[in-house]
Each structure stands twice: as structure tokens, then as C-alpha cells.
């Protein structure tokens, strides 16, 4: 007997092996497809907590600016053009640490 028919079997038995070891590949590569997507969806909603937090803390801290910079002016117009100008570069500032969290990493 050849090493060939020992090694496969019969023809048939040799083919049959070859395609469950196939169908097992293919099923593995699923598997390992579907975790790689819920690990991914889970990076992206870890993300998008944190994002939520960022911009909840960052209006909180924008509104708190403000009244203080209110408090501060207490009604003086000279007081409150020089205070105006520092709210608004931070609320800027604010705003666009929050759009341009997470775009350097992916």
C-alpha cells in the first residue's frame, strides 16, 4: 500500500478531511472576526463615556467661569469687558478639547 492511500485513506475520506479542516478554519476565522468587532465596539463606547463626561464636566466648568467672572464684574462695565474676553477664549478652548478628544489615537 502506497503512503498516499494510508496517509488519506480512500480517496474519498482524504477529500471529506480536507474540507472539514477548511470549514474549521473558516468557522475559527469567524469566531475570531466576531471578537475582534466586540472588542472594537467596545473601545468605541469606553470612548464615547468618556467623551460624555468630558463635555458634561467642560459645560459645568464653562457656566462656572462665567458666574464667576458675573461675581467678579459685579455690575462694573470696565471690569466685565476684560473678564468677557477671558470666558469666551476658554469656553473656545474647552469646545475644542472636547471635538479633538480621541482623534490621535485610534
Do not use: C, K, W
Amino acid at each position: 500500500m502506497s503512503d498516499l492511500i494510508r496517509y488519506e485513506g480512500n480517496r474519498r475520506g482524504g477529500l471529506t478531511r480536507r474540507q472539514e479542516r477548511a470549514a474549521r478554519d473558516v468557522q475559527h476565522r469567524g469566531e475570531l472576526d466576531l471578537a475582534q468587532l466586540v472588542q472594537t465596539g467596545r473601545q468605541y463606547e469606553a470612548r464615547a463615556m468618556i467623551r460624555r463626561r468630558i463635555t458634561d464636566d467642560g459645560m459645568a466648568d464653562v457656566a462656572d467661569v462665567g458666574n464667576l467672572a458675573r461675581e467678579l464684574a459685579n455690575g462694573d462695565q470696565f471690569i466685565a469687558s476684560l473678564l468677557i474676553p477671558i470666558v469666551q477664549e476658554f469656553a473656545r478652548t474647552t469646545a475644542r478639547d472636547i471635538r479633538e478628544f480621541g482623534r490621535g489615537s485610534r
